[in-house]
């Protein structure tokens, strides 16, 4: 059974940081180019960070550009978001996604909320 599960979401201040973890299974994630997504209420969902299989080429969207760092470790077949200097506007809930071919897969999302 193919599974990507998030954890590490939950309330910060900002200007605190979090990070993010994305577990999976059932699958090959090796192979796998993943990345983060987020979904604000009453917005879109929007890509946040993109890491290649080999963790050698990052993207990231120009909002958390600086604060925000996608990795992976192979090993764990596990996916991190560290996320530092969090502000409100990145309240949302962030997913993990992974697509290779016709192979597409989202996680469940965690909510990440920014408040003081």
């Known amino acids: 059974q193919v599974q990507l599960v998030e954890s590490g979401g939950g309330l910060v201040q900002p200007g605190g940081s979090l990070r993010l973890s994305c577990a999976a299974s059932?699958?090959?994630?090796?192979?796998?180019?993943m990345s983060w997504y987020r979904q604000a209420p009453g917005k879109e969902r929007e890509l946040v960070a993109s890491?290649?299989?080999?963790?050698?080429?990052?993207y990231y969207a120009d909002s958390v550009k600086g604060r925000f760092t996608i990795s992976r470790d192979n090993a764990k077949n596990t996916v991190y978001l560290q996320m530092n200097n969090l502000k409100p506007e990145d309240t949302a809930v962030y997913y993990c996604y992974a697509v290779r071919g016709n192979n597409v897969y989202w996680g469940q999302g965690t909510q990440v909320t920014v408040s003081s």
């Open positions: 890491i290649t299989t080999a963790g050698s080429s990052t």
């Open positions: 059932g699958f090959t994630a090796s192979r796998y180019p």
